[in-house]
Nanobody, 118 residues
Framework: QVQLVESGGGLEQAGGSLRLSCAAS????????MGWYRQAPGKQRELVAAITYGGSTNYADSVKGRFTISRDNAKNTVYLQMNSLKPEDTAVYYC????????????WGQGTQVTVSS
C-alpha cells in the first residue's frame, strides 16, 4: 500500500512563507512524478507544481517566481517552498505521486490546509 503524509501547512500572513513536505512510503516505483495540487472553496482542484524523477519542473502561472518545488529521490519526499504568500493561495494542498507500469499508478495524500490572511 502507498501512503503520502503531508506536513507544514498552517496560518500565515500575506507576504510570509511556508514550507510543505510530503513523505511517500510503500511500494513506489522510483521513476515517478511528484507534485502539489490545491483546491480552494468553490473552485476546481488545480496543479500548483510538479517535478519528475530527473528534476524537470512545471508550475502554475499564478505561483511562478514565488513557489519552488524540490524532491529527495532517496526518501521519496517532495517539498513546496511557498514565499510571498497571497490570500488567494488559501486552499487545501494535496500531495500526489504517479508512475506508469502495466497500468497507471496515481496516489494522493489527505491534504493540508494553508490559510493566508490579508
Amino acid at each position: 500500500q502507498v501512503q503520502l503524509v503531508e506536513s507544514g501547512g498552517g496560518l500565515e500572513q500575506a507576504g510570509g512563507s511556508l514550507r510543505l513536505s510530503c513523505a511517500a512510503s510503500g511500494s513506489i516505483f522510483s521513476i515517478n512524478t511528484m507534485g502539489w495540487y490545491r483546491q480552494a472553496p468553490g473552485k476546481q482542484r488545480e496543479l500548483v507544481a510538479a517535478i519528475t524523477y530527473g528534476g524537470s519542473t512545471n508550475y502554475a502561472d499564478s505561483v511562478k517566481g514565488r513557489f519552488t518545488i524540490s524532491r529527495d529521490n532517496a526518501k521519496n519526499t517532495v517539498y513546496l517552498q511557498m514565499n510571498s504568500l497571497k490570500p488567494e493561495d488559501t486552499a487545501v494542498y494535496y500531495c500526489n505521486v504517479k508512475w506508469y507500469g502495466s497500468r497507471r499508478n496515481d496516489y494522493w495524500g489527505q491534504g493540508t490546509q494553508v490559510t493566508v490572511s490579508s
